[in-house]
């Protein structure tokens, strides 16, 4: 049986993604494949007194694991956990039971995916830090780097090997912007390949990948919808803020390119009926629970726009997307789909299949 730990130098860059992709590659190339998690920092509870990991779970539906959703994490770092540990002067050994439940469930695999930490030092206090991972579980580690500069791409490359030392399998280079894909790939690639760092692939940054869906947004906002909800998977690009005189906001919802929606206040009549007069706009946000006018449901409707009411006012509607706008799975197929193709264009398959030692 074969492991690969896969973890980031940051929060945010890919690594459900990345187990996908690599889950269903592998299960079309004929080997059964597994999930771990060893460490959940985000606790989910979809029945009340019972925490499990909202993406584990998502992994499991989508590769179509026979696991439940218990067996795939081995810690899930509830706050009261998190007390109990007191920063790791506890005496409880986290490791070794994350290490037990990995063993039960990797029993009958070919390969197994064990999601990491979202950085490389998450989880350290509490013995659960990625490199303490591979090293207790003796399995090679994947490190997604999501770009942010040209030296932080160095930079996070060099710690990631520092750090996990020969444990390092390689490196992915993710969401690198069309203007530096040429120097990432070309000039700062073979650089750290010559420093003994493998490089699996850099895949460029595609913004329709870090869109979201309206049902998405209804499910963070806690939103009502009150025309088209059958129009919940329509994708939503780029964020507009109606907060502005009528003059102000036509033009500018002109020219923000993509699939838009409009977040306003609930009273904005006129900032609503602007928005629903220009074709890109995708979607009305209206906050503060206040019910739209007659006129302003009837042209939604017509147009084909969903109309979210949301209890929160405008600000606070803004900062609640912002805490998930670039950061959502891919529960949609197309963009599941994307991701593969994205994955199959630049990264190194065959590499990484002979390098994890699979034939």
């Known amino acids: 049986m074969k492991a690969v730990y896969i973890t980031s130098t940051r929060h945010f860059s890919g690594k459900t993604a990345i187990c996908l ?3 269903r590659q592998l299960q079309q190339d004929g080997y059964r494949v597994g999930y771990f998690k060893p460490l959940s920092t985000q ?6 007194g019972k925490a499990l990991d909202e993406d584990a779970d998502f992994v499991r539906r989508t590769l179509g694991l026979k696991e439940s959703p218990e067996e795939l994490v081995g810690i899930v770092l509830t706050p009261q956990l998190a007390r109990e540990m007191r920063c790791g002067c506890a005496e409880r050994d986290l490791l070794a039971e994350a290490k037990a439940a990995y063993e039960k469930v990797s029993a ?3 390969v197994m995916l064990l999601e990491g930490s979202g950085s490389l030092r998450e989880g350290v206090s509490i013995k659960l830090g990625p490199a303490m991972v591979t090293e207790a579980f003796d399995i090679p580690a994947l490190v997604i780097v999501r770009y942010q500069n040209r030296v932080s791409q160095g930079d996070d490359c060099v710690a990631a090997k520092i750090m996990l030392q020969e444990h390092l399998l390689g490196i992915l280079i993710n ?3 069309p203007r530096e894909y040429k120097l990432a790939e070309q000039v700062c690639n073979p650089c750290l390949e010559k420093q003994g760092i493998t490089i699996f692939g850099t895949l460029p940054l595609q913004e329709n990948l870090q869109a979201i869906s309206i049902g998405e947004l209804a499910d963070v906002l806690k939103g ?12 939503i690009e780029q964020l507009v803020v109606g907060a502005m005189s009528v003059e102000q906001m036509l033009p500018r919802v002109r020219r923000i390119p993509g699939t838009k929606a409009i977040i306003t206040g609930g009273d904005r009549a006129d900032i609503q009926l602007v928005a629903l007069e220009t074709a890109t706009t995708n979607c009305l946000i209206l906050t503060g629970m206040l ?17 979210l009411l949301v209890r929160e006012n405008t600000m606070e509607t803004v900062e609640a997307i912002e805490q998930v706008f670039g950061k959502t799975r891919l529960g949609q197929t197309t963009k599941l789909e ?19 030692g699979l034939t």
Do not use: S
């Not at 606790?43 to 009340?48: A, D, H, K, L, S």
């Not at 009502?224 to 994708?235: A, R, S, T």
């Not at 019910?291 to 109309?307: K, S, Y």
């Open 21 to 23: 992709a690599l889950g």
């Open 43 to 48: 606790p989910w509870e979809p029945t009340p």
């Open 108 to 110: 009958d695999k070919d």
């Open 175 to 177: 969401a690198v912007p």
């Open 224 to 235: 009502e919808f009150l025309v088209h909800p059958e129009k919940q998977d329509m994708l």
């Open 291 to 307: 019910h739209p006018m007659p006129d302003v449901l009837r042209r939604a409707e017509e147009n084909g726009v969903p109309i």
């Open 338 to 356: 994307q991701f593969e193709k994205l994955m199959a264009e630049h990264f190194d398959f065959q590499r990484f299949y002979a390098a994890l």
